[in-house]
């Protein structure tokens, strides 16, 4: 009888804060005809996020992104390649854009561009259902800088209830 004592290791849950500039907004209706509500997709762009973030994605990202320099200086291992896409959604996640809140979003389409120093550029599509007062605020923040917090729930069934503390240490570094 043979026992198989491998096991996934556990996902940290996402955070991301820091300082993202809002690419574009695209406002839309979404729902049954009869209960149609406004929704809006919003993509972020942070730059010099930690590289720990890596580790909810693939806790082999980090090695392959990165090369220990003399100096212990992170060199990114190529210049020339693409960011990385991941196809992860996390639903149900909270987000803050300078200071206004939003629950049960959903954040998908994530590019991850990693830079020398060890940090790492995101791009995400964050999908959030505001009042029409919130629009107009977000539209006034397009192309321009906006504090925002990202954090994906935590994992229900993991039964260590410290709600997230072993999350990875993903906050931008501006």
């Known amino acids: 009888m043979s026992t198989d004592t491998t ?3 556990k ?19 979404e729902g049954p005809d009869d209960e149609k509500i406004l929704a809006v997709d919003v993509k ?14 693939d806790e082999a990202l980090e090695a392959f992104l990165w090369r220990a320099e003399s100096g212990g200086i992170m060199a990114a291992r190529n210049g ?6 991941y196809a992860n959604a996390i639903t149900s996640a909270s987000v ?4 206004a809140s ?22 995400c599509s964050v999908s959030l259902y505001p009042s029409s007062g919130d629009i107009a605020e977000l539209a006034k923040r397009v192309q321009d800088g906006a504090r925002v ?8 069934f993991d039964g260590d209830g ?13």
């Open 7 to 9: 096991t996934t290791p």
């Open 11 to 29: 996902r940290p849950v996402f955070r991301l804060a820091g300082i993202a500039e809002i690419k574009h907004l695209n406002v839309r209706k």
């Open 44 to 57: 972020l762009a942070f730059t010099k996020v930690d590289r720990a973030l890596c580790a909810y994605f």
């Open 80 to 85: 020339f390649m693409h960011p990385v896409a």
């Open 96 to 99: 803050k854009i300078d200071g």
């Open 102 to 123: 939003f629950v049960g979003c959903e954040v998908k389409k994530f590019a991850l561009q990693p830079r020398d120093g060890g940090t790492v550029d995101v791009t």
């Open 149 to 156: 917090e990202i954090e994906g729930p935590p994992d229900l």
């Open 162 to 174: 410290d709600g997230g503390a072993a999350a990875a240490g993903n906050t931008s570094t501006t």
